[in-house]
């Protein structure tokens, strides 16, 4: 496998994980570890990162605590992984939050609330991480949005906005870093088991564990496409039904509301 060294010290890479200490971050943690890479990983609760880094043997995961919508914390943690472990070469934006939401519930808080994880969580990261990469012309910032982001379907408003959100801003920033020698891309998931669809009282389709999704990423990261996303043909299906007339749109959609 291709990665992108740094001559000087001849090291591995170095990946930070944002939302490290469960679901699919936990699980890529362990997949890069696995490559022997150096993987940082972040999340606001101790205990989840604790339990991340020890299961791995070689206790090569590294845990800082950090909540994402606090920009100066995170300006000081990438200052930190850059003392303490060198310059991070790939930075997994992957923290999230969600909650279900109908009509009836309707709840201005809680957009607030995903929007300040999701979309801001990932802008203030995006900013402490550019200085560095710029300065070594070299870095990936891969953005975990979702299958949902490609468009709206009842239920899920407050998340699905925020991953749409992510989507345009991967591709509104994607030529301007490219030229600084920064790649950033999109890691769509579909349904994967964690505490996160915990919360969903419907059958999911095409749902898969952590680990599977992490494979896929890992399968993924050294393509040059700008995209990961899985599974593939919930990823079509989703693709298909975002291209579709609206008319023909909202007469599937409106079925989920059964
Ligand atoms: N599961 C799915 O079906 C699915 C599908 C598409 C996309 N995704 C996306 O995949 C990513 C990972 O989710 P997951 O499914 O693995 O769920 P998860 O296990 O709940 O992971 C989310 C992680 O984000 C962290 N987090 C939440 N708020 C944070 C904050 N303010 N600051 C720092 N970390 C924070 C949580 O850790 P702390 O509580 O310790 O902070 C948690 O470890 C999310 O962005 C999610 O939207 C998931």
Known sequence: MVHPRNDEQNRSPVAWITGGGSGIGR????????????????G????????TAEAVDRHTIRQ???DVTDAQSVNDVIGEIEREYGSVDYAFLNAGDYSPMRLSDFDPELFRRLNNVNYLGVVNCIAALIPGMRQRAQGQILIT???????????AAPYSATKAALINLAESLQPELLQLGIRIRLINPGFVATDLTDKNDFKMPFLITPTMAAKAIKDQLMS????????????WIMRLLSWMPYRVYFALTRRLLK
């Open 27 to 42: 699980s890529l943690a362990h997949e890069l570890s696995d490559m022997g890479w150096t993987v940082v990983i972040s």
């Open 44 to 51: 606001r609760n101790r205990e989840k990162l604790s339990r």
């Open 64 to 66: 800082i605590a950090l």
């Open 145 to 155: 949005a979702s299958l949902s982001g490609y468009c709206g379907l009842p239920g």
């Open 224 to 235: 040059k496409r700008f995209e990961i996303r899985f599974p593939t043909i919930f990823s």
